[in-house]
Nanobody, 125 residues
Framework: QLQLVESGGGLVQPGGSLRLSCVASSVTSDYYAIGWFRQAPGKEREGVSCISSRGGSTNYADSVKGRFTISRDDAKNTVYLQMNSLKPEDTAVYYC??????????????????WGQGTQVTVSS
């Protein structure tokens, strides 16, 4: 069992920045990838960015490339999502998730097994 806790969401103006954090309860070899997903009202959950638990393989949604950066700090059992140049369309609940499959780095939600509670990100002027 893996517990994930997200933090760092909030209200920010367009063009602003936020850094989301995802803290895992422990390091486990059962999980091969960590990802950030988001879901806006009336829309399906989409993968934002995912990173392998070993090595540095990453993937980003086309909509966030060049603006968001995912990173991992193994010593702190933490994955971060640095979000810059935020747009209103980035508004969503952001979820951290962990995958037991090596293909989790592909960032498809169906491949993820453990989920955090979500943190709200609102981009509005």
């Amino acid at each position: 069992q893996l517990q994930l806790v997200e933090s760092g969401g909030g209200l920010v103006q367009p063009g602003g920045s936020l850094r989301l954090s995802c803290v895992a309860s422990s390091v486990t070899s059962d999980y091969y990838a960590i990802g950030w997903f988001r879901q806006a009202p009336g829309k399906e959950r989409e993968g934002v960015s995912c990173i392998s638990s070993r090595g540095g393989s990453t993937n980003y949604a086309d909509s966030v490339k060049g603006r968001f950066t995912i990173s991992r700090d193994d010593a702190k059992n933490t994955v971060y999502l640095q979000m810059n140049s935020l747009k209103p369309e980035d508004t969503a609940v952001y979820y951290c998730a962990a995958s037991k499959t090596r293909l989790g780095v592909l960032c498809l939600s169906t491949m993820f097994d453990s989920w955090g509670q979500g943190t709200q990100v609102t981009v509005s002027s």
